[in-house]
């Protein structure tokens, strides 16, 4: 450039391998304060296994009113919500761990380490072992 010369431009484009999710970013923003409070809850329990009865007794409303109010607020239920944050905070572990996936699944909170490979798959499309070994090959 100093000299005039301007070589052939190009953009490069790096993939992100994973997403990383700050914990003021963990939770949902919403303007329904019991749906906040409800998701407060379960980002900071989601490790003892904790129920949609938790949740209720969290918040003064029905299961009903819970459910709907949630379904509008994050587009899903509040069980999905909270397995799905499990099966999110799994994968997470897997990364950042060395430790064996039975291990991983008793200390996220799983009850059955021999269901959650199945489990995981439904969701992530891939066994944890190769979950683990895509994304760590990736880094």
């Not at 269901?115 to 995981?120: E, K, V």
């Amino acid at each position: 450039m100093i000299t005039g010369k301007i070589g052939v431009q190009y953009d490069i484009y790096v993939m992100p391998t994973q997403i990383v999710e700050r914990q003021s970013t963990d939770i949902a923003s919403t303007s329904d304060r019991y749906i906040a409070k409800a998701l407060k809850f379960i980002h900071q329990n989601i490790e003892k296994r904790i129920t949609v009865k938790d949740v209720l007794r969290q918040v003064p409303l029905s299961r009903r009113a819970l459910e709907m109010r949630f379904q509008e607020t994050t587009g899903t239920g509040v069980y999905k919500y909270i397995y799905n944050l499990q099966i999110e905070k799994f994968a997470q572990k897997l990364l950042d761990s060395d430790k064996t996936i039975f291990e991983i699944a008793i200390e996220s909170g799983f009850e059955s380490s021999k269901n959650i490979s199945r489990q995981f798959k439904q969701i992530k499309g891939c066994t944890p072992a190769e979950y683990r070994r895509r994304h760590l090959s990736k880094r």
